[in-house]
């Protein structure tokens, strides 16, 4: 099994890659299997108690213990390709966490993928498509963006992260990222 995890800020445009990539390597005969960080606990802490009224390090648990299970139940096969629309980077990178030593400790439970590509995008063209998607939530603000990206760009230097420019052409990253799963041996 490949892990692959593509991770950047919101409106960077890892959903549209993903379902682009998913969809080629189908076409190649490939075993795909999509999971997204923002499982069931998420949701339905959110839907309850508001986006806002979460403390982030009850969010980022909450997180967490989303992805360990959804890294641990997998039902997936040899040979099957899993892409991850968002990581354990993006909880490090997208909660404004004071206790970061006692992030770090939870999240380190959780194997890192086997690549990981952040989408590299300017805030102010993020901002804008999520604004376009008519969906924006209250916390996507520039500032917020901005911070986002800075802290994913920092992460590179700790968790092997290789960085994408999101404004090239998509066909252009599709290709990339199968060419390295086939360079990984599958």
Request: proline share 2%.
């Amino acid at each position: 099994m490949i892990n692959i995890a593509i991770i950047g800020i919101d409106g960077s445009g890892k959903s549209t890659l993903i379902k682009n990539t998913r969809d080629k390597l189908i076409d190649m005969h490939k075993k795909v299997y999509v999971k997204n960080l923002k499982g069931a606990n998420y949701k339905l802490i959110n839907e309850i108690l508001g986006q806002n009224t979460v403390d982030d390090e009850i969010r980022v648990v909450i997180n967490s213990l989303d992805l360990l299970k959804n890294y641990y139940s997998q039902d997936f096969r040899e040979n099957a390709i899993v892409l991850w629309d968002r990581y354990v980077h993006c909880i490090m990178a997208c909660n404004h966490v004071k206790a970061v030593e006692k992030v770090k400790k939870i999240i380190s439970k959780i194997p890192l993928p086997d690549r990981t590509y952040c989408l590299d995008i300017d805030p102010e063209i993020a901002y804008q498509r999520i604004s376009e998607r008519n969906d924006r939530k209250s916390f996507e603000t520039k500032e917020y963006l901005y911070i986002c990206r800075e802290r994913y760009l920092n992460l590179g230097k700790e968790m092997n992260i290789e960085y994408l420019k999101a404004d090239i052409e998509e066909s252009t990253l599709v290709d990339k990222i199968i060419k390295d799963i086939i360079d990984l041996g599958l």
